[in-house]
């Protein structure tokens, strides 16, 4: 079995500040880890992916991942917060079989504060 | 362009009166879901195909059915719609290969009165 958590349904920050949004997954193979953003009234959107290659991934927009293991964790991260990225985000895990069950987290709203 | 359709994106009925809601992927993908969203609870998978007339169900399948008879299109049905079917519905495909990550379409938000 798959699961993931998303710490924090939301979060808030100013603009220009960092942004962490937390991921961690449970998973009894190697996964794969996603992390898609919905902005209102939109479907979602892949930010980016990590399938066993670079443990640092980098996606659009300015974000980035890193996939710890021994953390069981796969962060959200961007430098500078603009107001454009104020969305929700999702992080989801697959297994890295054949067949793609992909689990999603429950979400964690952004907001920016100018 | 690349691009999943569902169509429509609002839809309000009543209970019992049985509906479509339609799915079509034009990048000749093999794999295709249907998802619901509710607030808190992020996304269910609802059903999915792995390929023409090969479908199973997800996590939440009770209520819907789903056909597959042409690899670019899978509809979601209610037979007897009721309230508790409320929600945001998502239709995603993917390439058959474990990491290729989905393609979602733009949403439907039914309401069931």
């Known amino acids: 079995a798959q699961s993931v958590t998303q710490l924090g349904s939301h979060v808030s920050v100013s603009e220009g500040a960092l942004v962490l949004l937390r991921c961690n997954y449970s998973?009894?193979?190697?996964?794969?880890l996603f992390w898609y953003v919905q902005y209102p009234n939109q479907g979602l959107q892949l930010l980016l992916k990590y399938t066993s290659a670079a443990t640092l991934v980098k996606g659009i927009n300015g974000f980035e991942a890193e996939f710890k293991k021994s953390e069981t964790s796969f962060h959200l991260t961007k430098p500078s917060a603009h107001m454009s990225d104020a969305a929700e985000y999702f992080c989801a895990v697959s297994n890295s079989g054949g067949y793609q069950k992909v689990t999603f987290g429950t979400g964690t709203k952004l907001q920016v504060i100018p | 362009e690349a691009q999943v359709t569902q169509n429509p994106r609002y839809l309000i009925t009543v209970t019992g009166k049985k509906l479509t809601v339609t799915c079509s992927q034009n990048m000749n993908h093999e794999y295709m879901s249907w998802y619901r969203q509710d607030p808190g609870l992020g996304l269910r998978q609802i059903y999915y195909s792995m390929n023409v007339e090969v479908t199973d169900k997800g996590d939440v399948p009770e209520g819907y059915k789903v056909s597959r008879k042409e690899k670019r299109n899978f509809p979601l049905i209610l037979e007897s719609p009721s309230p508790n079917q409320t929600s945001l519905y998502f239709c995603?495909?993917?390439?058959?290969?474990?990491?290729?990550?989905?393609?979602f379409g733009s949403g439907t938000r039914l309401t069931v009165v």
């Open positions: 995603a495909s993917s390439p058959y290969t474990a990491g290729g990550g989905y393609t």
């Open positions: 998973s009894s193979v190697p996964p794969y």
